[in-house]
């Protein structure tokens, strides 16, 4: 699938089948997330893969009324994705810009890259970001210096979401200065 199909036809998938997704197909995820790019290649995220049931309901009680919660419950895999804290945008121990620690920058281009791969090789994904990080951490139990950014659900699509609209690039785009079309 090339690229800018895969970032076309992507959806966020809420149903999987209950057919496993098998260690090495998994692996080609993640080694789709590692060669993300990163503040000065500090490669700050670590990925948890969680199989278990129980560790997956464990997850799914820190969401809340999410409607991702009965994915992550269900899906054969959830991989979640933690950061190691104050190592991207930082030299010399401090923060190189006024946006301080550049971990959530860094886990998400890690992610996206993981859910494009997924989608190309046939498997669905949802980005679920609204959960109680600390219980997450309890959950998986994350050591200090290091925190829960995002999870997904992984596994066949049970379903075939419809495209959401788009803006339109006009409504999006500035020459120059912002607001100059």
Same mark, same amino acid.
């Given at each position: 699938m090339e690229v800018l199909e895969a970032i076309k036809t992507r959806r966020s998938i809420r149903k999987y089948q209950a057919a496993p997704v098998d260690d090495r197909t998994v /692996?080609?995820?993640?080694?789709?997330?590692?060669w993300a790019p990163s503040w000065a290649n500090t490669?700050?995220?670590?990925?948890?893969i969680v199989r278990? !049931?129980?560790?997956?309901? /464990?997850?799914? /009680?820190?969401m809340g009324e999410n409607p991702a919660v009965d994915a992550v419950?269900?899906?054969p895999v959830v991989i979640?994705?933690?950061?190691e804290l104050e190592k991207s945008g930082y030299f010399h121990g401090e923060p190189t810009t006024d946006k301080g620690d550049w971990f959530m920058f860094d886990v998400a281009l890690a992610m996206q890259n993981l859910v494009l791969a997924a989608? !190309?090789?046939?498997?669905?994904?949802?980005?679920? /970001?609204r959960f109680d990080?600390?219980?997450?951490?309890a959950v998986l139990e994350v050591p200090e210096g290091f925190r829960v950014v995002e999870m997904t659900p992984l596994g066949y699509p049970d379903q075939e979401?419809?495209?959401?609209?788009?803006?339109?690039? !006009?409504? !999006?785009?500035?020459y120059d200065k912002y607001g100059r079309r």
């Open positions: /692996g080609l995820v993640l080694e789709a997330a590692r490669q700050c995220w670590r990925f948890i278990d !049931s129980n560790v997956k309901a /464990g997850l799914a /009680g820190t419950r269900n899906a979640v994705a933690c950061a989608h !190309s090789l046939g498997l669905g994904t949802v980005h679920v /970001g990080a600390r219980k997450a951490e979401p419809p495209v959401r609209p788009r803006k339109e690039l !006009s409504e !999006s785009v500035f």
